[in-house]
Nanobody
Framework: QVQLVESGGGLVQAGGSLRLSCAAS????????MGWYRQAPGKQRELVAT???????NYADSVKGRFTISRDNAKNTVSLQMNSLKSEDTAVYYC???????????WGQGTQVTVSS
């Protein structure tokens, strides 16, 4: 089975930066989509950004121009560089991978990001 482990969460001041990383292990096929989602208290989990194995990216409108997603296919890792952080970015951030050949979706345990104003 696939396991995802996030790291890099923490407390940061508004306007600051933070970098999240996620390491995937297990049976990861070459054709996959990795991404980051977040869930704030009282809100539904939402898409932050995704990136395909070919490097195509997709971002939520709320983070465009501020966040950058990247991946290392050889290591099966995905990162999220978060700049110009706002208080509304406060949430638990979850790493995600979808294995295209099976349609399976896996989630990490989440890492807390708190932006102080």
């Amino acid at each position: 089975q696939v396991q995802l482990v996030e790291s890099g969460g923490g407390l940061v001041q508004a306007g600051g930066s933070l970098r999240l990383s996620c390491a995937a292990s297990g049976r990861i096929f070459s054709s996959n989509v990795m991404g980051w989602y977040r869930q704030a208290p009282g809100k539904q989990r939402e898409l932050v950004a995704t990136i395909t194995s070919g490097g195509s990216t997709n971002y939520a409108d709320s983070v465009k121009g501020r966040f950058t997603i990247s991946r290392d296919n050889a290591k099966n890792t995905v990162s999220l560089q978060m700049n110009s952080l706002k208080s509304e970015d406060t949430a638990v951030y979850y790493c995600n991978v979808k294995i295209s050949v099976y349609g399976y979706i896996y989630w990490g345990q989440g890492t807390q990001v708190t932006v102080s104003s």
